[in-house]
């Protein structure tokens, strides 16, 4: 090769070396990206809520579900018996309750006729003492007479016998004394029975009131019971309530779409209420935490768009965009946060995690699986 082919070589190839160095420059400055980034998602812990023996697990390692498909079945038996015996005691309330508002019913008829009772007593009152006044008042005519019959019996007597008037006259004046009297005695003894009468009707309003008032205290019991037996059967119906939702917890269903993961547990084991069983990967909405230097945050913007590139699939690309930047380094929440008071402290350059979303329709096969290593390029530009 003669020199001057040479010299045109090196430079072209300085030259080639220089628009590299000025491209990888401008693109820098127009991107940020890291590699220290990964598929992130949603993975469901699916424990038990109740304790009892697995008798079926339909579901294996990696297998795709959809919501409410089974993925464990406890021992129902156990949560059955229950059921029916929470039943029977809502059925054995239900007719208790049942009778009780029946007597209830029975009862206040019963206040209701006592009532009518005592009323009727307290105007049949009404009605003696309204026949002691008129006897009263007749009582007091009678008097009235038998005194002015009795002044002219004495005056027809006295003329009598100084021969004014017949005898036949004075027998008269006499007789009519005589009649009046009779009269006035009978009207004193009619008023006497009337008298009489009144205490036997305060006696009998007495002892309707206290009829009255027993039927009312047998009201209000029946009431008071009533109250009991409502309350015991709306706690036994929330206790069959309860019986039907441990029997409903005995079938494991998932909570989502995705897959079967972390399954740890099998046919035959007893599991208690807490118990993680197996976990439900969710692939449909997974996205990119990618943590990049805090010299290059500034940068960074909410909605700006990315260029991924998955280490799984190296010539595949999907696009995705920043949705939001922690509110602090990864070290800052970490299980153990750095201590710079120590006096040994050290300066670190360190990184914030940003989430990435993918665009929808990238991953319509959900190829993308969570913990996937990704470099993802930021087009800040």
Known sequence: MSKKNAILLSLLFLGAVVVFGVAYRSHSRANVSTDDAFIDGRIHMVASQIQGKVVEVPVRDNQMVKPGDPLVHIDP????????????AVAGSAADLAAARADL???????????KDKEGAEAQLA??????????????????????AQRDAARMKSLWEQEVISRESHEKAQTDADVAMSQEQLDREELRLAEAA????????AQREAILAQRRSVVIQR?????QQ????????????????LRGYTAVVSPTDGYVTRKNVEV??????????????ALDNVWVVANYKETEIARIRAGQEVIIRVDTFGRKKFRGKVDSIMAGTGSAF??????????????VVQRVPVKILISPGEDPEHILRIGMSVVPTILTR
Do not use: H, W
């Open 77 to 88: 038996e156990p949560f059955i018996v229950r059921e029916d015996g929470a039943e029977s």
């Open 334 to 347: 970490a299980l153990l946060p750095p201590e710079n008071a120590s006096g040994n402290y050290v300066k």
């Open 230 to 245: 409502e309350a015991q059967l709306k706690q036994r119906k929330s206790s069959l309530a309860e019986a039907k939702l």
């Open 268 to 281: 035959g084991q007893v599991v208690s209420p807490g118990q993680q069983l197996l976990a439900v990967a």
């Open 198 to 205: 009144v205490l036997t009707q305060q006696a009998m309003i």
């Open 105 to 115: 019913l029975a009862s206040e008829a019963d206040v209701i006729a006592a009532q």
């Open 223 to 227: 009431r008071a019971r009533i109250g």
């Open 127 to 148: 009605q003696v003492l309204a026949r002691i006044e008129a006897a009263r008042a007749k009582t007091a005519l009678s008097s009235a007479r038998l005194s002015q």
